[in-house]
Structures are given as structure tokens and as C-alpha cells.
């Protein structure tokens, strides 16, 4: 972990409200499933910084790709070349690699991508499923396709694009048609988190799910970001985000 | 020139600025990104004779200029502090003060007791906690209560025991002079404000325990003005506590009264903010002429 | 749809977005920019018996999302007020609510009687005064002195009395059922919180009285707790006061349990607010399928 | 007043810490001493606007002139062409004009200038003195010198430009080699301001004041921005800031 001042470099829409910046600045190697903690402004408004999964990083730019929900992805997406950022990371625990017997299925929900699809693009191997509500909230269609080596699938609740319905629908699907061993790598809304899960218990299949929890600090000082597991809390932002599905303590 | 204060018998930092508790864990990930060494002192997470679990998530959330938590006193309990954090604290050329906290007068005797040990510079008693007893109501609202607390605490301990205390109540100064009374060698001006946030699309609180404490730059006029008030009540020295973002605030704060400051949510924004507010402070007294941080402390001129 | 909310026998707001006190002086500047009957009703700045000249400038300092103010009561005087300013306001179709104080429980029950006026539609009594018979503490800081001077004042005047509470106080409920026990139609949750500044340079206070009331964004996240507390402990309308930007500031405030909401400090930043506001509220209600504005008020779901 | 949006055209340092900014909007017709209130960002930090007095309004463009000192006006100097601006004004009461048989003196001291070089660029005859600590600290020299009919002198503290020492040292040497009536129009430290007046009244000329105080709101609704007159409290914000200087009580 290190906090840098990053520039930067590029930042444009590539779908409905999610844009993908392109920041220049010097991280240590990362981990898909780990992610960065951006200061926004130089005043204290909005106060805390915000937690974005580092999509890919290569000689010093690093890509996020991210949903405006709220004051600070707003900002965010104001962003010019040109303007500063501070910048620390890379935080907390990355994806495990698959075991060269088992084949990768990777499922992302919503802004569950970022994760998903670095995992995907430094695997080059196994089956990619993208599930969102309709055909114009999918960014980097294009770049997906173009990872050797992963069959993508999008699924989509209006049926705008690929298969009508919700990811795990597909997973389910997916899972019984591969008969080596698998390991699912999960990131997304809860409820799919939580089916995914499940899914991979029924199969007795590795499963990795990235939790995303609130948080202040993002370095595992001030107990924001809890979640239940078999063994006590654990810290999203440092045990996690990536977290065993079987040890995960799902709540309701 | 002499940025050290005298806290206490036995309690000297070596320059004023301290952590604050819950928002430096027990040192170990700030150790990883800056030396512990620099510090005046370090304050612990608030401890409990048994590890606690916390409230439910969401636990914290954003306000203009500031931040709400509901961690729920979440610690690993005295015993695993003592067994594993402790002794890396021992490790740094730094002060360690160890926040503590108990669910009625008993808890609170027998953590003073436990902590009654070799590397422990200090205890901070948090006193905004519900007095179970008294049907609930906080040990830091009502001063009789509280003077009795710091009492019993202050025949438990040979440390130097600091009393931070709640700020909404009525009558701060009365506060103040109840916990000087009952034996406190200083006092932390003061805890988080007790605040909530909604979601208006869900209709519903957005912490996990429905209200929170606020803190941040948002409460540091007031956080000033319960440093003056009180610093000129009492006799023992003030730490402030609120807000800190800068070393224009830490100066702000002695010159209201405060004998030390910490700094708390800032950090969590700004990690390295630390080393940077030391040396804006040593400039400030290079600029100022001045030999001794004592010389600032409770010097605010008239209007 | 109905965004009309009825505060006490005889007051009815046609929507429950009002100006705050202090903030919008006797409405003539503001009536220069926009149509006053736009708003749910006008606060006026507080009056007291004889004009007032108020505290040595500087008067306002910024702070964090927010401002501190030491005015010092500054107004024309009831007098002057009734015969001057009045008569303007009842020219628009909106509610005048008119905001005074005393220095003694004489001068609060002489000021109801003199307000008890044509044109003038409540009456908000601001308790953030100090009772100068009892050694100078606060009116609206003992439940036993507030409860008695609401009722003095109940007793003076036919109006609709609205009591704006203090809110740095150990138990703000308390506070609140004093006034309601003493006869209040409605309380305002609430007023500034006692706050300072200091320039660390000139090593001076900022504001010309050392110390002021911190108002605006910073302070919302506390106002909206206590409302939500009050307003579960008394029966009687609550509205909000306290940082107040926008219309979701406004849904979330009602979610609390407010039924009116004023807004200060926002509209010294932005003094074509109001409109925005209302309208947003409007959008809201379409949004949700809302017919009535009722539906909203303390129907906070639980986390 | 009205509350309109304003573009930045053009912001550019004219002298040390000093700045002129070109904003674009639509303003009713100014006197010289009026002033806006500008809103410097969108988030509410910082929460206040700033007064700034209007140095020239020409077809849409406004000029103001301003020293960096705190937070604001260091926000103010970072915005570029391009940017928003939120504006309020014309606000407050400007300079009345000079008799014919009167002689106009202005005087300025420090970041008092722009209203005193309105006012001469609007009169355009008299006499004007700068005063400053240093020549780096004088703006908009040339386009002073180019005012037609009216003779500029500066002084400094440090002899670096004019005449050595402070301008109302000058003033006093002025007055006395006039003849005719003369209208003193003063804007700058409160010092200053007291020294003119007081020079003013010996000599039985009229002085009109510009006023600075802390302000909140800039159109007289909060009160924040008394001062005191022999009639009592007056708000600098909209019963000045120019006032006359045999009205003002004078602190100390
Ligand atoms: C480890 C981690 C990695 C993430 N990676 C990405 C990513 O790559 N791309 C992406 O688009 N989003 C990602 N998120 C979510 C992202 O952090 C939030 O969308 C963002 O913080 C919202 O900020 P805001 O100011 O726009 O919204 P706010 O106004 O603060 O809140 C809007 C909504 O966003 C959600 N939210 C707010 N803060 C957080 C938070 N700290 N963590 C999670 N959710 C929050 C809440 O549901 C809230 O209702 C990640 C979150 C975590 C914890
Ligand atoms: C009617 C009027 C017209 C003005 N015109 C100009 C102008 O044309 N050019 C120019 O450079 N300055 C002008 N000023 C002063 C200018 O408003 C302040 O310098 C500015 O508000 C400081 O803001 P800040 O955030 O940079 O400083 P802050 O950090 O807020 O404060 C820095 C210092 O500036 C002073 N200051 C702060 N706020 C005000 C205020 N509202 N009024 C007066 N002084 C203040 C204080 O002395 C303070 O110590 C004018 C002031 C008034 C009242
Ligand atoms: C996340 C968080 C956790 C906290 N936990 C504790 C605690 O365990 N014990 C305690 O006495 N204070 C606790 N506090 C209060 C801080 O120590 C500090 O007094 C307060 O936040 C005000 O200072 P600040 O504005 O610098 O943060 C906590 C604050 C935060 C933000
Ligand atoms: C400049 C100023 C003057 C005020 N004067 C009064 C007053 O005369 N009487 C009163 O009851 N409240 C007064 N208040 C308090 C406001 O009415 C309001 O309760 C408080 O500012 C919190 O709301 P806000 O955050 O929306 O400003 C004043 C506030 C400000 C900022
Ligand atoms: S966000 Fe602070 S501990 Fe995880
Ligand atoms: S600044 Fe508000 S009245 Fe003058």
C-alpha cells in the first residue's frame, strides 16, 4: 500500500452511467480482486474516499471502471486529463488463481465487472458470464471479446442481449453442461453472491466471492467494513474483499 | 526548540500529536506505511474485558465535511490486546495510550486493573457508554455518575488515567470538574456527537444501529469551544479531539487551551497526515519566534 | 396531491418549506428576488422588546460546510417591526411567523401579548437566552425554567406558539416535553450549536464575541437525530431546523418525524432555493405515488 | 440583483498574488464601489460566497481584480477558462459621482483598487493615488497610466515605485496643492480610510468610503456586516459599502 498522486489520463463513458478512467501513476504488481482508495477533491467535501477495484495496470497506468451512483462517482466523472487524484493501493486480498485442473467461471453483477474481468483478461482461459438489466449497461463488450481464450455470456433481464433472465440462471445452466472440476469467481449484488454460493456448495466447487461493504479507511484501521464469517467479523477492506463463499456467514 | 509536553506524573510526549481511538486500530497498519516513532503518542481502539462484535453494517457513512460511525465498540478484548499488540507497541519510541471502556463500574475497575502494566503509558477512559444499571443512561451525562466512575477507576490504576468525555450535554465545565475531582490527570475533549442519516429512496436509517457519532471537520468549531470552555476550568491538562485536519487546526487548539491533540477521522482520508502536521507545527514556531509549545498553550488573545 | 400540513388550530402551511430566523431579516429583500407566497410561511428575525444593536463585526466566520454566527440578537425592535414590517408581509399568501426573545420572563410574556396582532400568523420563541435572574443560564437549558416560562407565554397571547429549543443539551427530550407540558403547539428542533474560531496568526478569536452558533450542512446529521428523538416523544408538530440544502435534506427530515422544515444559512448561499426545494419535494411524491405530504412525516422504516 | 451563472473567460496573475478575472453574464448596469457575491463551487464547501467589487462591466463581461488571502480567493485563482461560476449582483451601493466644480481625488490602498480604479475609468479626470508595500504588489499599472485625465501617483512602503512611504502621507501632500473643492473617494485598510477622513473633514472636502467587512449573505439579510454610523448600525452590504466618511463611527 502506498499513496500516490496519480494524473489523470483519460476518462470516458462506455455505457449507461459507467465510465472507464485511465490513471498514471506507480503501484506495486496487483491482485484482480484488489482495489484502490481514491481521494477526490483537495478540500474535505466530499470527506472520505472511495473504494474502486483496480481493473488492470500496466507501466504505470492504471484502468478503473465505475457506475455513477452518487456525489462521489459524480465527481469522478468530472474528471479531466490533466487534473490530480491521490491514490492508495493496492488494498486488500486478490483473487486466488485457479488449480490447473479446474476450469474458471468467472460471473459478474452490475459493477461487479471490474474484478470479474481482470481476473479474466490475466487468466485467458475458462467461461465469463455478465449479467445486467438491459443490453446498454454492459461496458467493454468489445474488449471482452477480444480476451483469447474466455467464452463470454451476457445475460440480460429485458433480454436486450444474450440470454433473457439473471446470471446465476446462466451459471446454473453453465455448470451442468462442464464436467472437470470448476472454481466460480463471483463479484456483484449480494442476492447473486449468495446464489453463486449455493451453487457452488450443491457442485462441491471452489467458489471466490468479492464483497462489497461501506467503508472509511480502506486499510483495516476502522472496523467499518465487517462481514460475518465462520470464524468472527472479518475486515472487507484488508481479510477481504475476496473472500472463500463457504466461509462467508450470508445474512438473512 | 521544545515541542514536548508533560501530561501527567510519568506521561511526557515528545510532541503533541496523538492518534485517536478506533480510527488507528492497534498501530499495526499505520506502522506499515509511516514510523510509529514520530508520534506523540498513540491511542488505542477502546478495549472491553471481552472481545465484542460490533453493530451490523452499514457502520459508517458520509456527511458534509465529516463522517457518522456505528462501529459498536467492536475490539479483540483486553487479553488478546495485551498477549498480541502490546508488545509491537513496545517496539516504537512513542507513548501508548489504551482507550478504554466497560458496560457498568465493575468492567471498568477490573480493564483498569489489567491494564496496569509495563508499556501502557496511560489509560483513556471512554465514558460515552451506557450506564446498564442506571437504566441505560450514559456514564458521561450525568457528573455525580461520573465522578464516582473516575473515582473507583483512579484507585484501580498507577497509570496516568486521561477521562475523554461526551460532548452534548448541558453543562460541560460541570463534566470536566467531576472527572478532575474523581482523580483524572487529564482529560480528552471529546468524543463523537451522537447524529443520524437517511436514505430517502429507501426510506429507511442508513447505519447499521440507526444513529451514529459524528465526527470530522464538521464538529471542529465546536470541539474548539469545548477545549476553551473547559481548559479554563480546570487545572489538568486538556486533549483536544474533533475535526483535526491540519497543523493550523493542532495550533488552533492549543491556543484555546489543549495540551495535545488527536487526530482521528482525518487520518482514515489522509494516512500520512501525521508527519506533515508535526512539521507544519515545528515552522509555525520557527515563524513565530517561539522556544517552547508551552508557550502556546491557552495563549489566545483577546478579541 | 396535497402537500399541505396543518401545525396547530389556526396554522396550516400550504407546503412545510419556511425561512429560518435570522436568516431571512423581515422578508423585503428576499421579496426582491421572489414571490414570498411561494413559501410555506416566513420566520422572521428575532425580535425583541426595544431594537438591539447587536455584538462587535466580525459577526459571521466560515467553517466547514457550515458558518458560525454571533449577531447578537441585532433587530428593530417589536415597535418598529409591527408598524414598519408587518404590514408588508401580510401582502403575500404565506404564513408569518415571527421569532422573538427576552432577557427576562417578562419581556418574553410582554413581547406574545404585543405580537398578538392580525397579520401575525404563530409566534416562535427562541429560549437560546440567558435568564438573567438565574445567573445567566441558558432559558432553553433547565426543563423546570422552560417549562415555566412557556407557560407564562401561553397564557399572554392566542397565537399558535412555536418554542425553539436549544439544542446542546444532555437530554433533549426532557427539553421537549417541558415545552410541550408548558403548552407549546409546536417545537423547533433546533437552534445553533455554541461554537468557536480562532486565526491562528493573529492568535485571536475570529468572531468579534469569541463565541458563536454553528449552523448550516455540518450540523445536519445531529439536527436530524434530534428530531427523530423528539419527535417520538411528544405529540405535538416538530419542525426541522439545521443544515437544510434541498429537498432530499427536506424528505429525510420529514422521514424523521418533522412536519415543517426552515431553511437558514443554505439561503444566504443560494437565496433562490426555496423554489428548487418545493419543487423537488413535488417531483418526490409524484415519484414515490404519494398523495399527501402526511405520508411522509416519521414513517422512517427500520434499517 | 439577480443570481446568474457566469463563464470564466479569462483569469491571469497581474501582479504578486494578484489576479483578473473575465467572467461572462448578464449584469444590470453598475456604479464603481458595487460589488458581487461569488459562489466558488458546487459542493457546499466552502459553504459562504465571497465580495468581490466589480472593476468593469463592458457587453457581458465582468472584470473583477483580486488578491489570494485564504481558501476562496486561492480556489478563485485556480479555475479556468471555461469554468462555472455562480454570481450575485450588482449588490450594495456604489460612489456618487463628483460635483463639476469638485475635484475627484481617489485613493487606494492595497487590494482597495478595483472599486477606486472603476470609479476613475468611469470619471475619467482627477487624481489617483496607489499605495502598496512594494512595486510587485501594484496591478494593472499600464492600463492605469492609459486612464486619460486623470494623473496617477503611487507610493510604496519600500521606495521601489513612486514615492517612498504610505498614501495618505501622499494624499496630504495632494490636497494642499488643490485649490478647487475637492471629493476624496477611498477604499483600503480601515487605517486608511480613518487618515482620508480625518483629512477630509480639516479641509472640509467631502469623502465617500468604501466599507470591507465580513459578510454571510451580501444582500442585508442576515446582518452579519454592521458598522456604525451616527445613525446608528448600518449594513455595509447594502447601505454601503460606500458611505460617508463623516457618518462613520470609527472603531478605536
Ligand atoms: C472493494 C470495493 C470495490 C469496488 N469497486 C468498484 C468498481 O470497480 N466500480 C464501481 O463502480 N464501484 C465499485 N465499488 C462501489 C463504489 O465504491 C461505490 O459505488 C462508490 O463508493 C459510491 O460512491 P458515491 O459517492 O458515488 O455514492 P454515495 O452517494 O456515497 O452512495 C451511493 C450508493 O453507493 C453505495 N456505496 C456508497 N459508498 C460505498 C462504499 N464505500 N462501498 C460500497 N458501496 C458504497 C451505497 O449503496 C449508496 O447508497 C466498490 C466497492 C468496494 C467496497
Ligand atoms: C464589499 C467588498 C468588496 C470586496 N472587493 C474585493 C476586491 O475587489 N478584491 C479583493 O481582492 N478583495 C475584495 N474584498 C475582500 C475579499 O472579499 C476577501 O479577501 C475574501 O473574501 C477572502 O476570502 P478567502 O476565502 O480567500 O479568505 P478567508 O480564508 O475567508 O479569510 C482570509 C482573510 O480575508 C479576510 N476576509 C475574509 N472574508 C472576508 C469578507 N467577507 N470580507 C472582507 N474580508 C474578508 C479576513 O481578514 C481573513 O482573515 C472585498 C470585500 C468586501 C466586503
Ligand atoms: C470509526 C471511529 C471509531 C471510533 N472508536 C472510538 C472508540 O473506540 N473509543 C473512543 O473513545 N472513541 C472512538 N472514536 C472517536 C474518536 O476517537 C474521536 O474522538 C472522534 O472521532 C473525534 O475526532 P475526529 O473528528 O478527529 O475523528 C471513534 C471514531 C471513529 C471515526
Ligand atoms: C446569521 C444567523 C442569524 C440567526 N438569528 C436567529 C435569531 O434571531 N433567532 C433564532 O431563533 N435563530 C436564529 N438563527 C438560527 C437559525 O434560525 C437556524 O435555526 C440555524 O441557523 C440552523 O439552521 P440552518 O443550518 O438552516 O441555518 C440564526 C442563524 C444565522 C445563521
Ligand atoms: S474500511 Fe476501515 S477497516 Fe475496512
Ligand atoms: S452580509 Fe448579510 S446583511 Fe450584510
Not at chain 1, 438491459?134 to 483469447?148: A, F, H, S, V, Y
Amino acid at each position: 500500500m502506498k499513496d500516490s498522486n496519480a494524473l489523470v489520463k483519460d476518462n470516458r463513458q462506455v455505457a449507461q452511467d459507467t465510465y472507464l478512467m485511465t490513471l498514471m501513476c506507480e503501484l506495486s504488481p496487483f491482485t484482480p480482486g484488489q482495489f484502490l482508495m481514491l481521494r477526490l477533491t483537495s478540500t474535505c467535501e466530499p470527506f472520505l474516499r472511495r473504494p474502486l477495484a483496480i481493473l488492470s495496470y500496466n507501466e504505470g497506468a492504471v484502468e478503473i471502471l465505475y457506475k455513477v451512483r452518487g456525489e462521489g462517482t459524480s465527481l469522478l466523472a468530472e474528471k479531466k486529463k490533466g487534473e490530480e487524484l491521490s491514490v492508495l493501493g493496492p488494498l486488500g486480498k486478490g483473487f486466488s488463481d485457479p488449480r490447473p485442473e479446474e476450469e474458471a467461471v468467472y460471473i459478474a453483477g452490475g459493477t461487479g465487472l471490474p474484478p470479474i474481468l481482470a481476473m479474466a483478461e490475466r487468466m485467458k482461459r475458462g467461461r465469463l458470464i455478465i449479467g445486467t438489466y438491459t443490453k446498454d449497461d454492459i461496458p467493454l463488450w468489445q474488449r471482452m471479446q477480444n480476451i483469447g481464450g474466455v467464452e463470454i455470456t451476457a445475460t440480460t433481464e429485458d433480454g436486450s442481449l444474450g440470454i433473457r433472465g439473471v446470471a446465476t440462471q446462466a451459471l446454473d445452466g453453465l455448470l451442468k453442461t462442464i464436467q472437470q472440476p470448476c472454481v466460480i469467481y463471483a463479484c456483484g449484488p449480494t442476492g447473486m453472491l449468495k446464489a453463486a454460493a449455493s451453487l457452488a456448495k450443491d457442485l462441491g466447487a471452489r467458489c471466490e466471492v468479492s464483497i462489497e461493504e461501506r467503508m472509511a479507511c480502506g486499510f483495516g484501521v476502522c472496523s467499518a467494513c465487517a462481514v460475518r464469517t465462520t470464524t468472527g467479523n472479518q475486515r472487507v477492506c484488508t481479510q477481504g474483499p475476496v473472500f472463500d463463499a463457504s466461509s462467508i456467514e450470508w445474512r438473512q | 526548540m521544545d515541542i514536548s509536553i508533560r501530561l501527567a506524573p510519568g506521561l511526557c510526549l515528545k510532541n503533541p500529536v496523538l492518534s485517536a481511538s478506533g480510527t488507528f486500530a492497534y498501530g499495526e497498519e499505520f506502522a506499515r506505511i509511516f514510523d510509529l516513532s514520530l508520534l506523540g503518542g498513540v491511542v488505542t481502539k477502546g478495549l472491553s474485558l471481552h472481545p465484542k462484535e460490533g453493530n451490523p453494517t452499514p457502520r459508517v457513512c458520509e456527511t458534509p465535511c465529516g463522517m457518522l460511525n456505528a462501529i459498536g465498540l467492536e475490539n479483540i478484548g483486553a487479553d488478546a490486546f495485551i498477549a498480541q499488540k502490546l508488545p509491537f507497541l513496545g517496539t516504537f519510541d512513542t507513548e501508548v495510550i489504551v482507550n478504554f471502556f466497560g458496560t457498568g463500574e465493575d468492567e471498568y475497575v477490573q480493564m483498569a486493573q489489567k491494564l496496569d502494566l509495563d508499556g501502557v503509558s496511560a489509560i483513556e477512559m471512554n465514558v460515552s457508554c451506557p450506564n446498564i444499571k442506571k437504566g441505560g443512561i450514559e456514564f458521561g451525562k450525568d457528573p455525580q455518575i461520573l465522578n464516582r466512575l473516575v473515582a473507583q477507576v483512579r484507585k484501580s490504576t498507577t497509570k496516568p488515567l486521561i477521562v475523554k468525555l461526551s460532548p452534548m450535554v448541558t453543562h460541560i465545565g460541570e463534566m470536566a470538574l467531576a472527572a478532575q475531582e474523581g482523580g483524572a490527570d487529564a482529560l480528552t475533549c471529546s468524543n463523537t456527537f451522537p447524529a443520524m442519516a437517511i436514505d430517502e429512496n429507501t426510506c429507511k436509517p442508513i447505519l447499521g444501529n440507526i444513529t451514529g457519532g459524528l465526527s470530522g471537520p464538521a464538529i471542529k468549531p465546536i470541539a474548539l469551544r469545548i477545549v476553551w470552555e473547559v481548559s479554563r476550568q480546570v487545572t489538568i491538562p486538556v486533549i483536544a479531539s474533533g475535526g483535526v485536519t491540519s497543523w493550523r487546526d493542532v495550533v488552533q487548539f492549543l491556543l484555546a487551551g489543549a495540551s495535545a491533540v488527536e487526530i482521528g477521522s482525518f487520518s482514515l482520508r489522509d494516512p500520512l497526515c501525521f508527519g506533515a502536521i508535526i512539521q507544519g507545527l515545528i515552522r509555525y514556531m520557527q515563524d513565530k519566534g517561539l522556544e517552547s509549545i508551552t508557550e502556546i498553550i491557552g495563549s489566545l488573545k483577546s478579541a
